[in-house]
T-cell receptor
Framework: GQQVMQIPQYQHVQEGEDFTTYCNSS?????IQWYKQRPGGHPVFLIQ?????EVKKQKRLTFQFGEAKKNSSLHITATQTTDVGTYFC??????????FGKGTSLLVTP | DSGVTQTPKHLITATGQRVTLRCSPR?????VYWYQQSLDQGLQFLIQ???????AKGNILERFSAQQFPDLHSELNLSSLELGDSALYFC????????????FGNGTRLTVT
């Protein structure tokens, strides 16, 4: 299936700076999910977006789904060292399976 | 704790050998998914089972096979192993409908020498 593209591949920020990762698709997405994988850990579900233009917040994390449902973003305000990890978006456009982007690895320096 | 149990945690074996990875899904989840994670390829979907039946196939090699048993646990069999099969293999479970959030196990780290 069509794989979603994530940018950037890596991001290194100072603690307290903001961070944004983007997820793009050439086709319309039915829904998008976001996962976080800590170093040495497993992916953990964060959120699912379904509606066009949807915005959801989880504390310092803001998730958006584009109006055309072809892109999504995850924004972290005032990063902390606990935010370190790889953030994946995933879509189900190909049917039953979730197809993951290659992820954005976030490094936060104290 | 995701509730998904994978064994073993680590596996070291030689080329040409065969191994079996085991997964017990979260209580109540009918779907089991297998993913392969390597540094350069990210999370690659291999195969999905729903209530004992194969539901979707991804980039799974012919040397690999899987099944889901009546008690819903699943096994992934990897045979004629090659160096390139070294990776982290994750099992994930979900309630079933497409688009349902997945809950991942801790993974099995396979090293082929």
């Amino acid at each position: 299936g069509q794989q979603v593209m994530q940018i950037p591949q890596y991001q290194h920020v100072q603690e307290g700076e903001d961070f944004t990762t983007y997820c793009n698709s050439s086709t319309t997405l039915s829904n998008i999910q976001w996962y976080k994988q800590r170093p040495g850990g497993h992916p953990v579900f964060l959120i699912q977006l379904v509606k066009s233009g949807e915005v959801k917040k989880q504390k310092r994390l803001t998730f958006q789904f584009g109006e055309a449902k072809k892109n999504s973003s995850l924004h972290i305000t005032a990063t902390q060292t606990t935010d370190v990890g790889t953030y994946f978006c995933a879509d189900t456009n190909s049917g039953y399976a979730l197809n993951f982007g290659k992820g954005t690895s976030l490094l936060v320096t104290p | 704790d995701s509730g998904v149990t994978q064994t073993p945690k680590h596996l070291i074996t030689a080329t040409g050998q065969r191994v079996t990875l085991r997964c017990s899904p979260r209580s109540g989840d009918l779907s089991v998914y297998w993913y392969q994670q390597s540094l350069d390829q990210g999370l690659q979907f291999l195969i999905q089972y729903y209530n004992g039946e194969e539901r979707a196939k991804g980039n799974i090699l012919e040397r690999f096979s899987a099944q889901q048993f009546p008690d819903l646990h699943s096994e992934l069999n990897l045979s004629s192993l090659e160096l390139g099969d070294s990776a982290l293999y994750f099992c994930a479970s979900g309630i079933g409908p497409p688009g349902s959030p997945l809950h991942f196990g801790n993974g099995t780290r396979l090293t082929v020498t």
